[in-house]
């Protein structure tokens, strides 16, 4: 699981973000980006604590895992939720390749990112905008994702933090090996400025979905981004 993962996420990747998703058409919709070239779906699980809305859970990433692993691709699984040490094996069952939580909703990140991976998944630990770049330093070598929020947690669709390239500069000499993702209000007139602070992985959820031609979307972001 986390092998694939690891192999797709060494390019740089645009990962559309299913939260803006039609989900009564689902796997239709999983289907025209991952045809139009993505490769990593971003899934955002929010539990009205954490966050104040309540998204989905293991039953729906069951239901697209297998369709996004014989296409090739991963699942990228972004838990915005209390006490995510609790959830992640019902989630690595499910069939995430990868899982970030939040360094803010737990005491025991240190703990969670390596019970993340005995589970086979790659490990991520995602700060949010008002989390300093710092308080992930002493999780270096034990994340595979950093992943730097360019919004607020908790919606699709708001305003992209104009401050969140300089806070990637800032995070790329504490995270080693780690890829550094972005979330939040990623377009394609944001993505150059972060792909150029050193982020590499670009999730988009409205700028893809909202989008009247998906596909097309997908592409300018990634043509933007210098993904593949
Ligand atoms: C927000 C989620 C994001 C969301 C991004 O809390 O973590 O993944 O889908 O949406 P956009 O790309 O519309 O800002
Ligand atoms: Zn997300």
Not at 48 to 52: A, L
Not at 103 to 108: K, Q, S
């Given at each position: 699981m986390s092998e694939r993962m690891w192999e797709l996420i060494q390019s740089p990747r645009v990962a559309p973000s299913i939260?803006?998703?039609d989900f009564a058409k689902l796997g239709a919709q999983v289907s025209e980006v991952m045809d139009a070239g993505a490769r990593v779906i971003h899934f955002d699980v929010m539990d009205?604590?954490?966050?104040?809305p309540i998204t989905i859970g293991p039953l729906v990433l069951g239901g697209i895992a297998d369709q996004v692993h014989d296409a090739g691709g991963a699942v990228d699984v972004h838990l915005m939720i209390a006490a995510p040490e609790r959830q992640i094996e019902e989630f690595a069952e499910a069939g995430a390749d990868s899982i970030t939580f939040h360094?803010?909703?737990?005491?025991?990140a240190h703990r969670t990112l390596h019970a993340i991976r005995e589970l086979g998944c790659l490990a991520g630990v995602a700060i949010n905008p008002?989390?300093?770049?710092?308080?992930?330093?002493?999780?270096r070598g034990l994340a595979d994702v950093v992943l730097c929020m360019?919004?607020?947690?908790?919606?699709?669709?708001q305003s992209f933090i104009e401050t969140s390239p300089a806070k990637v500069e800032r995070l790329v000499p504490l995270v080693g090996e780690a890829k550094i993702e972005v979330d939040g209000g990623v377009d394609a007139t944001t993505a150059g400025s972060l792909a150029a602070a050193g982020a590499s992985l670009f999730v988009a959820g409205s700028a893809i979905f909202g989008a009247p031609d998906p596909a097309q979307a997908y592409a300018d972001i990634a043509a933007a981004a210098g993904a593949v």
């Open positions: 939260l803006s998703a009205g604590h954490f966050v104040p360094e803010e909703a737990t005491p025991h008002g989390t300093p770049p710092d308080a992930v330093a002493e999780l360019s919004v607020n947690p908790g919606w699709g669709g």
